[in-house]
């Protein structure tokens, strides 16, 4: 089982920064694809990113192409989601997930066996 604690989220101005945080606990984290997904108040949680278990591949929703980029670090057991050229609609609480099935990296919820609580994430303009 792994469990995960995300962290790094705030307040931030459109147009800044922010980086996320999901340190992992257990001794396989790299066996596991990892996923950022978000969900804001009544709307559905959705896609953000995700990387493969080695860090060879990562995965990026339209809506986030070009701003925010996965990584990880398999030493630290820890998955980080840079976030720039944030925008209102960015706002949600971000989940990291772990999904053991390494062969393909989901970009959908369901395959996620693992859950972190979340960390709100709130861009003002």
């Known amino acids: 089982q792994v469990q995960m604690v995300e962290s790094g989220g705030g307040l931030v101005q459109a147009g800044g920064s922010l980086r996320l945080s999901c340190a992992a606990s257990g001794r396989t984290f790299s066996m596991y694809n990892m996923g950022w997904f978000r969900q804001a108040p009544g709307k559905q949680r959705e896609f953000v990113a995700a990387i493969s278990g080695v860090g060879g591949s990562t995965y990026y929703a339209d809506s986030v192409k070009g701003r925010f980029t996965v990584s990880r670090d398999n030493v630290k057991n820890t998955v980080y989601l840079q976030m720039n050229s944030l925008k209102p609609e960015d706002t949600a609480l971000y989940y990291c997930?772990?999904?053991?099935?390494?062969?393909?990296?989901?970009?959908?919820?369901?395959?996620?066996?693992?859950w972190g609580q979340g960390t709100q994430v709130t861009v003002f303009s």
């Open positions: 997930a772990a999904d053991r099935n390494t062969g393909v990296v989901a970009t959908t919820a369901r395959p996620y066996e693992y």
